[in-house]
């Protein structure tokens, strides 16, 4: 399944090359062939944090102060982590939590 993630707010530091933009191939994680935002992070926790996860992840979801979007929606109003994801899909997570 191919989609594109985008990190924002300071996100895209905790990235590899510190790059906003990455375009990923992901496999189902369930077993049924359907992914997950669950899923998802598990896998950007994986494959794609390089330093602090802790600034991303809590537990199985995203800190809170994480904007998540999925085709510019807002990610609860698709289900949260239950909320499944389709071929093409644009995930984007920004942090709105900055220091001062």
Partial sequence: ????????????????????VHKVDV???DGEGKATMKGLLSWVKSN???ERPEMF??????RPGVLVLIN????????????ELEDKDAVV???TLHGG
């Fill in 93 to 95: 997570f920004i942090s």
């Fill in 1 to 20: 399944m191919h989609l594109t993630l985008e990190f924002g707010g300071g996100l895209e530091l905790l990235l590899e090359k510190s790059t906003k």
């Fill in 48 to 50: 794609l944090i390089k």
């Fill in 72 to 83: 510019d929606c807002d990610w609860e109003l698709c289900g949260g982590l239950d909320a």
């Fill in 27 to 29: 496999q189902p994680m």
């Fill in 57 to 62: 992840i809590k537990g199985d979801s995203v």
